[in-house]
């Protein structure tokens, strides 16, 4: 196994979680039938799906730094020894990781991003709540759930990970196109989610969230992850930007501070138009 797979961990982590990330830490609410919940239009925030051909490539992969040095190890020996054994064993999915990282990334810009995929585990315990005037808000304390992802963001060196990024590059390239964008090019899709989750919306106040009515005989088993904003706005964003909001304004800062490094790093040449 290449250190592709490797990459793939660590951006995610990062991403997206980055990786990103991220947000596999708290499950996006299912889509509700029609007849129930009619969905909203989703805002320009959302991005459109990418075009079938490509109309020209914007972060030439070319443009970043290779690691001359990578080499193809073992991927336990691999992904232990960039995160420790006890990080490896409580959070990765480890089966199929670049497609894992090529469907997440994408999915985050959209108005799903599918649980199944994710190539971390979700966060322990249940999304929580506390009431806050007439109704519900998300719990002060319901960011702690996440902390052992933000701990991995932030200690991930940024440099080390772009570099081998750079030198396996084809391996997420295949896995994206394999999605059905044979014309798409994934490190365009990649900083484009990045600038996504960095314009994240950062409220004051504690934000509102509700359960729908489920109109079904079948009630659902875990109705805690069925939670929507109240604001039509917040719940018309993408679903990145949905997970960041849910991890709290703390954990919302940290990571978008790492996601403008790791932009800055996947995209030298246009830094300066990124996001703040």
Excluded: C
């Excluded at 336990?76 to 990080?87: C, D, I, K, Q, Y």
């Excluded at 939670?227 to 703390?250: C, H, I, K, W």
């Amino acid at each position: 196994m290449k250190l592709g797979s490797k990459i793939a961990l660590t951006l995610v982590a990062l991403g997206f979680a980055a990786a990103a990330a991220w947000f596999w830490w708290a499950r996006p609410a299912p889509v509700i039938p029609a007849a129930t919940a009619p969905p909203q239009p989703a805002p320009a925030q959302v991005a459109a799906a990418p075009p079938a051909a490509s109309s020209g490539i914007q972060h030439p992969i070319e443009n970043l730094q290779a690691d001359p040095a990578a080499a193809p190890v073992d991927l336990p020996s691999a992904v232990t020894g960039l995160f420790g054994r006890e990080a490896v064993l409580a959070l990765f999915q480890m089966n199929d990781l670049p497609h894992r990282v090529a469907a997440t990334v994408d999915g985050l810009g959209r108005e799903q991003a599918s649980p199944r995929l994710w190539p971390l585990s979700p966060a322990a315990g249940r999304f929580t709540v506390e009431r806050h005037g007439d109704g519900d808000a998300i719990g002060a304390d319901n960011g702690q759930r996440y902390t052992p992802y933000v701990l991995l963001l932030e200690a991930v060196d940024l440099r080390q990970a772009v570099a081998l990024y750079a030198a396996f590059y084809p391996q997420f390239q295949q896995a994206y196109e394999d999605l059905g964008y044979p014309g798409g090019y994934f490190n365009d899709r990649l900083v484009a989610v990045i600038d996504q989750l960095l314009l994240a919306p950062d409220p004051a106040a504690p934000i509102g969230v509700h359960l729908p009515t489920v109109n079904s005989p079948v009630q659902p088993t875990r109705p805690w992850v069925l939670y929507e904003f109240n604001d039509p706005a917040l719940q018309a964003l993408s679903a990145g930007q949905r997970l960041m909001l849910r991890t709290g304004p703390v954990n919302e800062r940290r990571i978008k501070a790492r996601l403008r490094e790791l932009r800055r790093l996947l995209a030298p040449q246009a830094a300066a138009s990124a996001p703040r």
